[in-house]
């Protein structure tokens, strides 16, 4: 197997397991942000998507012949928990998760930008084919958020005026 052919095998892994680590991070902000309703809404949208993106990146790596990495998997997963479980003890969790999302989309941007170079050069069309559909969505997520942070700043500052006021009477 050639150096360049590992190389995305092992890129492979790593996307999948930040798929993995992503899904566990969007469903514990999705359990704690009802009162923003058009970002719960997408957030949901999203982690469907996500869970969409794992599943594709594991029927490239089957049909590589190769496995997702179970340990990659867990420790994803495990960052993840800490993560959404940090959050609750914040009071701009909200805001701690818009950042983090934010930044995570670009990361799988990054990511997705590589291993569409990598499959590229491995001539592995079908990788090039997922990974471009996987790196629209992220896109699209990382746009959508670049467009609403404002919105649900505000959002976030107005509920905390009205829970100063209310905690003063």
């Known amino acids: 197997?050639?150096?360049?052919?590992?190389?995305?095998i092992q890129w492979l892994r790593d996307a999948h397991a930040m798929e993995?680590?992503?899904e566990t991070m969007l469903s514990g902000q999705l359990s704690r942000i009802e009162s923003?309703?058009?970002?719960?809404?997408?957030?949901?949208i999203h982690l469907e998507e996500t869970r969409e993106q794992a599943k594709r990146l594991r029927t490239c790596l089957d049909g590589l012949e190769e496995g997702s990495s179970m340990l990659k998997d867990a420790?994803?997963?495990l960052t993840a928990m800490?993560?959404?479980?940090?959050?609750?003890?914040?009071g701009d969790e909200v805001m701690k998760g818009s950042l983090a999302s934010y930044t995570f989309e670009h990361m799988e941007i990054?990511?997705?930008?590589?291993?569409i170079a990598a499959a590229n050069a491995e001539g592995e069309a079908q990788i090039v084919r997922v990974c471009e559909q996987n790196l629209r969505e992220e896109e699209a997520m990382a746009e959508w958020l670049k467009s609403n942070l404002s919105q649900v700043t505000e959002m976030f500052l107005a509920r905390a005026a009205v829970d100063r006021d209310s905690a003063k009477r």
Do not use: C, N
Not at 1 to 8: I, P, T, V
Not at 110 to 115: E, K, N
């Open 75 to 77: 420790g994803g997963k």
């Open 110 to 115: 990054a990511s997705y930008t590589i291993l």
């Open 82 to 90: 800490a993560q959404s479980l940090s959050g609750v003890f914040a």
């Open 1 to 8: 197997m050639s150096e360049s052919r590992e190389w995305l």
């Open 36 to 44: 923003y309703p058009d970002l719960s809404d997408r957030i949901r």
């Open 20 to 22: 993995e680590q992503a």
